[in-house]
């Protein structure tokens, strides 16, 4: 099996925000967004050996957290260990932005990966609606 080189990116080019949509459209059902991202807004693409795999949205909230959205590795890749390896790349630039903790919001049936991933379950929106698992994890 060859090397699996990961990087998390913004997408620069047009080809990578085209990746970078049709992940969030396979895997959320999202059309393209027409708003401008806010500087606080971080999308990112997660490249395998140069290829896209995955893709995140990674808010800076403004007050010592990020919050990890819109969380997905492209179907075909799914079960291959891409999206822990994009959980790590991403807390590393959450870390990188000056954060000390990620935030993320779980269904249900992901609340298992991201407790694995040393997320802990803990309200940190109060106005989180139902059925969502709200999670942390303080980063070193």
Same mark, same amino acid.
């Given at each position: 099996m060859a @090397? $699996?080189?990961y990087r998390l990116a913004p997408p620069r080019t047009r080809e990578e925000w /085209? +990746?970078?949509? +049709? &992940? $969030? *459209? *396979?895997?959320?059902?999202l059309p393209r967004p027409e708003e401008p991202v806010d500087a606080s807004s971080h999308p990112m693409v997660l490249f395998l050996n140069d290829r896209p795999v995955g #893709? &995140?949205? &990674?808010? @800076?909230? $403004?007050?010592?957290s990020a919050a990890l959205r819109l969380v997905a590795i492209d179907p075909p890749h799914q079960g291959g260990g891409h999206g822990r390896a994009m959980l790590r790349k991403s807390e590393d630039f959450v *870390?990188?932005?000056g954060c000390h903790q990620a935030?993320?919001? +779980?269904t249900p049936e992901a609340a298992g990966f991201y407790a /694995? #991933?040393?997320?802990? !379950? !803990?309200d940190w929106d109060e106005m989180c609606m139902g059925g969502i698992v709200q999670m942390?994890? *303080?980063l070193a």
């Open positions: @090397d $699996r080189v /085209d +990746a970078y949509h +049709a &992940i $969030r *459209r *396979r895997v959320f059902n #893709c &995140i949205q &990674i808010d @800076d909230l $403004r007050n010592g *870390r990188q932005v935030v993320v919001y +779980a /694995d #991933c040393g997320y802990d !379950e !803990e942390l994890k *303080r």
